[in-house]
């Protein structure tokens, strides 16, 4: 079975994404049956991937010529590759794979991961309504939609888009050998942040958080600002230390140092920093929005708070001593185990892929009953 992924970005959480399944994938079909198609300037975000399953593209902005130049790289593989799958990753992915082939009836299954609607981060409301239109309207084009987490697939049910077009693969990451914690000195309690340092991550709200209580914490921040309010130089304080960005073996030595990883995000599609967390046995705090709430729970592995409220995330904050997270962060990690591994999450992808491409898998809108081999 050859498969074929196709992402306009590779960045953040569909780099993570496509590094824990594409070296699986290579091992179940053959090395030479699996290929991502994704920008070149994004390949060095997919780490620890053989570069031989990965295809490039120069990716320009996002506008009609960027469009119509990912089209043409689309175009290209499929008739070089000819793939039995072709998995399109993230929102303009899938726009451009399901206009140029959901309604042709093409030699391959169509499968998009939206990975977070587009329809669910704040905007204007007539913006949330169009995109909401295009997914639905699109939605028959694809034989299956993979929904990353239970809010994802909800959300897809509430804009009128059938059941039985979605399958709910929960995202999950690989396990790895403890990692041995960073240095970290001081009584405070050790509170960790990664992430982009913009609007939707929170990270604004976390400082205001941490301010009043910065006796009794100690903030470590991981990540890059961007444009935008969050991105406004803040009074420089003691107890907040920027490492800027750092590689993922660096994050996972921080992660083992740190008491609790807070996740303060106005809106998220699933929240792989707080899977990460969980993974390295440590108590995690986020919004309770999006896949969050099903990642984090409430009282046992950490703490939800509504996103945009300091006094909360500060309230939380302060409730514990290191023991009272630590107990939590074993609780996560049990979690992490029992519900979010990458071994799940690849068989169950695998599972889907081989119902898809079976002849007697059930008829859908958009596809034909054979694929190539």
């Known amino acids: 079975m050859r498969i074929l992924h ?21 091992r179940r079909y053959g090395q030479d049956s699996v290929r991502a198609l994704v920008p070149a300037q994004h390949a060095g975000h997919i780490s620890g991937v053989d570069r031989q399953l990965l295809r490039t593209f ?46 042709t009836k093409p030699p391959f299954r169509i499968v998009y991961c939206p990975h977070g609607w587009a329809f669910d981060r704040r905007s204007s409301a007539v913006k949330r309504r169009i995109i909401e ?48 914690p960073a240095r970290w000195d001081g009584e405070r309690t050790r509170v960790l942040f990664v992430g982009r340092l913009d609007a939707q991550k929170g990270f604004d709200t976390l400082l205001d958080a941490a301010a009043p209580i910065e006796d009794r914490v100690s903030l470590r921040v991981i990540g890059k600002a961007i444009a935008g309010p969050a991105a406004i130089p803040r009074p420089h304080r003691a107890h907040v230390d ?32 707080a899977l990460e967390a969980m993974r390295g046995g440590c108590a ?29 995330l500060m309230t939380v904050l302060a409730r514990h001593d290191r023991e ?15 519900m979010f591994t ?9 599972a889907l892929y081989a119902e898809l491409v079976t002849p007697a898998a059930p008829a859908t809108s958009g596809s034909v009953r054979t694929a190539y081999a």
Not at 284 to 312: F, H, K, W
Not at 324 to 338: D, H, I, L, N, V
């Open 133 to 180: 239109r295009i997914e639905r309207s699109l939605a028959p084009a694809a034989d299956r939609i993979v929904m990353i987490s239970e809010h994802e697939r909800a959300e897809a049910l509430r804009i009128g888009i059938a059941s039985e077009r979605l399958a709910l693969v929960l995202n999950g990451i690989a396990d790895l050998p403890p990692a041995r």
């Open 242 to 273: 920027y490492l800027g960005w750092r590689s993922l073996a660096e994050v996972s030595t921080e992660i083992a140092a740190a008491d609790v990883v807070v996740v303060p995000s106005r809106w998220e599609g699933f929240g792989l920093v």
């Open 58 to 103: 120069r990716r320009r902005e996002r506008s009609p010529v960027g469009v119509a130049a990912l089209a043409i790289a689309i175009r290209r593989e499929i008739a070089q590759f000819r793939p039995a799958v072709v998995h399109a990753h993230s929102s303009i992915a899938g726009v451009v794979l399901r206009l140029l082939y959901g309604w």
């Open 342 to 350: 990458a071994d799940r999450m690849n068989a169950e992808l695998a």
């Open 324 to 338: 009272g997270w630590r107990a939590m962060g074993t609780a996560g990690r049990a979690r992490y185990e029992a």
């Open 6 to 26: 196709v992402a306009e970005s590779a960045k953040g959480g569909v780099g993570t994404y496509l590094a824990e399944i594409l070296p699986d994938q290579a």
């Open 284 to 312: 995690v705090v986020a919004s309770a929005v999006g896949g969050l709430r099903e990642i984090v729970a409430d009282g046992e592995t950490g703490y939800l708070v509504e996103p945009d409220n300091p006094e909360r």
